[in-house]
């Protein structure tokens, strides 16, 4: 899946390298983080010939959130962050109304999974990241990053295919 990190440059490089420390976060690279995803491939590795562009095409490595480029991928983001949040919501609703408790103790049609999936702050219910590898998981969080942005920098998209 793709998954994407906002964070705050000056350059585009500045946003890579600090969207590839979210992502190094993510898979458990550094120091005391923890990994929720194998690998990732940012969108300037040529090397590759299964992730990154091989996969998915031409995307930008970085580009302001407020370019066309930019908006272009936020509001993919935002739209997968919905979508997978609904998906699993309407699973555990259903789950609660089709099945008994001991079933669900039991993850009976996968509903436990359906329920941790609904209650993820990271993994691959989430794709969306802010410049500390938190999941972004309501409107409040994407529209406070958006505002907050230092004034001598730019917020920046940063995108990465994962494997889980």
Known sequence: MIIYSLVEASTADEALSTGKTVFDRLVGAEPHSCAVFDYYVTFDEEETTVAGKARWGDLPTAAPVTSDEGEELLERAWETTTETFQRNLNRVKQALEER???EIMHDGGLARHAFQQV???CGPS???YD???TGIRHRGHLDRLL???DENKT???VPAD???
Do not use: Y
């Open 100 to 102: 008994s408790d001991d």
């Open 119 to 121: 209650g993820a702050s």
């Open 126 to 128: 989430i794709c969306l």
């Open 131 to 133: 410049q500390h590898a």
């Open 147 to 149: 505002e907050e942005t």
């Open 155 to 157: 917020c920046w998209i």
């Open 162 to 164: 994962v494997h889980f």
